[in-house]
């Protein structure tokens, strides 16, 4: 996923596990070598999952190279090793970084796309996604800025290579936000607050018009409207209901 140079060391390394290590990095550990062999080193180091002595090197080749050949490159693997090692923080900086020194380079696809990632890992964390934790009630900030990235790199670069996954991840996130509106609903719903779930179901057929959650929020609409004595909205409600085909998965 390396652009170029690394393309086939990403997918080595997406296999492997990642290695404990200290989060002090300690420059002195790393040997006087040339960036060429700095960066050797990286790259095999990062195949093997030990994505933290990857990031030392890599770290390192940045202070003593900073205007080198492989700076550009340095700073991609920077992303991505940081990514793999769940530092969001730092993955957030180095994108920045790089976008910001950057601003015209032929690898901006690459890191929207890795910015997208970044934003869906923070929305939970390594136990939470073992465990199989339902995370679509928590804080959306984190989804709402991976949907732009990704929403970014499709209209941006339509023929990148991770369009394709991009777009994927991106109808994920909606129906996660879908979900997260949807539990609202019910929430109000369950507490006799119709007009507020009525305004949740709302958010649903607005914005996430083609999840799953659309036909459930018009039905609920519906029932509401009707509870509340407002026949014309009920009424229009059905009506979209019986026109439309909904999205069923």
Known sequence: MFKKILMPFMVAA???????????VEKDAVPDLS????????R??????????AREYLEALD???????LTDQVQLDLIYVNYKSRKSAETTAAIERFLRLNPNSQYTDYVLYMKGLNEMQKHGS?????LGFDRSQKDPQNYFDGYKAFKDLIERYPNSPYAADAYHRLVYIKTQLA??????ASYYQERGALVSAIRHCQAIVYTYYDTEYCEKAYKLMAED?????????ATNAEKVIAASTFEKK
């Open 179 to 184: 979900k997260r509106e949807w539990a609202i």
């Open 35 to 42: 960036q060429e062999a700095l960066h050797a080193k990286a």
């Open 126 to 130: 390594l136990i939470q996604d073992f």
């Open 14 to 24: 997406a296999i492997a596990v990642t290695g404990c290590s200290s989060d002090k």
């Open 44 to 53: 095999q180091m990062a195949a093997s999952g030990d994505y933290a002595k």
């Open 63 to 69: 202070s003593r190279y900073p205007f080198g050949e």
């Open 225 to 233: 409207f009707k509870k509340l004595g407002l026949q014309l909205p």
